[in-house]
């Protein structure tokens, strides 16, 4: 084989069963290394295109090579380069660009319920369906609502409620796309500044699934990331976080430039409402970051008990806490202002949204 038969091309979604068999892969991000610091692909080995022509042999033979940039044309120069030299590789058909919207779903059944976590890999977002019986509801969905609507038919379930945890500033909500497509109602916290029509939220209440089932609202006020953020419990097995407790750590209080207020809000919402909780209840975050696995089939979440040992601010004094999140809340995500407005009604989607959202989130502590 020679030139232009070692190239093919790789779409995000054959990519991600790849990301699991990291000894079989190597994935050359061929951007420049600030692109790659400000957001990659964890298992990416960065090689600057311009450099590539002098590195290539670090590529290894051995392995199945995939070559990504930013939307695929440093990526297809990078392919032609080591073709040159009899290395055959697969370009990242879209580049970052497309894997910003690549997902997979995993599910399990919890408390009698099937929840089904939908992950968007290039966004660390994750987002539920959540059914039982005939009905489902759909907890922080993308704007992307076909996934949604392809689960629940799948399930043969009719989602019923729309639910969002907070009023998110990394990504666009779909949950009023959502519910025009479905009909289903719309349940907000209104201590967020939400400006079009939705049902308020109260402490407690229920949304029954099948007999038997219940998906329950046991704490709508858990400020702290936002003064509106929610937790919804399901039974007594699993509690939806959004972004008051995440894997590696909780939720940053300073996107309302009140850092310091906001962080002791934080601070008693997770020893009131969330620690007291069983040791055995599932935390699902509605994101992830670096260095958390997320692997084909299995779960981005974690047993209450463990988080309890492993995020170290959970064990921090108020004055402790309060201090540390202050001190180590950094870059913030892209373009939050404008989603901000977007997701609250003050503002019209005028462009693309994929565009808008391009980039990591950064919802959590650093």
Known sequence: MAGRDLISTLSPDELVP?????????LLDVREPDEVADWSIDLAHNIPIGALAARWSEVPATKRVAVICASGS?????AELLAGHGVASAVVDGGMHAWASTYDTVSGVFAGATVVQVRRRGKGCLSYVVGAGESCVVIDPSLEVARYLDVARDHQWAITHVLDTHLHADHLSGARALV?????????SPADPFEFEFEPLSDGRTIALADGVELTVSAVSVPGHTEGSTMYRLGHAAIFTGDTVFLESVGRPDLADQAEAFAH?????????????????????????????????EFVSRPLGELRHTLPALALSEVEFVAW?????????PNYREIVLINSGRRSLSRDGAELEVGPNRCAIA
Not at 18 to 26: K, R
Not at 74 to 78: N, T
Not at 279 to 297: E, I, K, L, N, Q
């Open 180 to 188: 025009e497509a479905t009909g289903a109602a719309l349940w907000l």
């Open 265 to 297: 809000h934080l601070y008693r919402s997770l020893h009131e409402r969330v620690l007291p909780l069983s040791d055995d209840v599932a935390v699902f975050p509605a994101h992830y970051g670096p260095g958390v696995s997320v692997r084909v089939g």
């Open 325 to 333: 999140a202050v001190a180590n809340v950094k870059d913030r995500p």
């Open 18 to 26: 790849l990301l699991d068999q990291p000894d079989q892969l190597f």
């Open 74 to 78: 440093r990526a297809r120069q990078g």
